[in-house]
Nanobody
Framework: QEQLRESGGGFVQAGGSLRLSCAASHSIIVNSKMAWYRQAPGKERVLVADITSGGRTIYADSVKGRFTISRDNAKDTVDLQMNSLKSEDTAVYYC????????????WGQGTQVTVSS
């Protein structure tokens, strides 16, 4: 089981910024579709943003223009820069690595809490 190590969560006031980082092995970082999901209390886990191995990105409508996902193949990380944070961004954020071609896998991190006070 591959380990995805998240960091960067915390407490911030509305309008502030946080940067989440997900570290994994080099092979995972360069060969996977990497994504950030989030799960608010009492709600389902939902996609925030993802980035393919080719660099194509997708964002949830709720975070477009505020969040940026990026991949650093030299540091073996995938980051999520979160700006103009809102109270509704409060959730546990999870890193995900997925590959649909052989070898197939779907790995999750433990999650990191982000709390935005209004």
């Amino acid at each position: 089981q591959e380990q995805l190590r998240e960091s960067g969560g915390g407490f911030v006031q509305a309008g502030g910024s946080l940067r989440l980082s997900c570290a994994a092995s080099h092979s995972i970082i360069v060969n996977s579709k990497m994504a950030w999901y989030r799960q608010a209390p009492g709600k389902e886990r939902v996609l925030v943003a993802d980035i393919t191995s080719g660099g194509r990105t997708i964002y949830a409508d709720s975070v477009k223009g505020r969040f940026t996902i990026s991949r650093d193949n030299a540091k073996d990380t995938v980051d999520l820069q979160m700006n103009s944070l809102k109270s509704e961004d409060t959730a546990v954020y999870y890193c995900n690595a997925q590959r649909i071609m052989t070898p197939r896998y779907d790995y999750w991190g433990q999650g990191t809490q982000v709390t935005v006070s209004s």
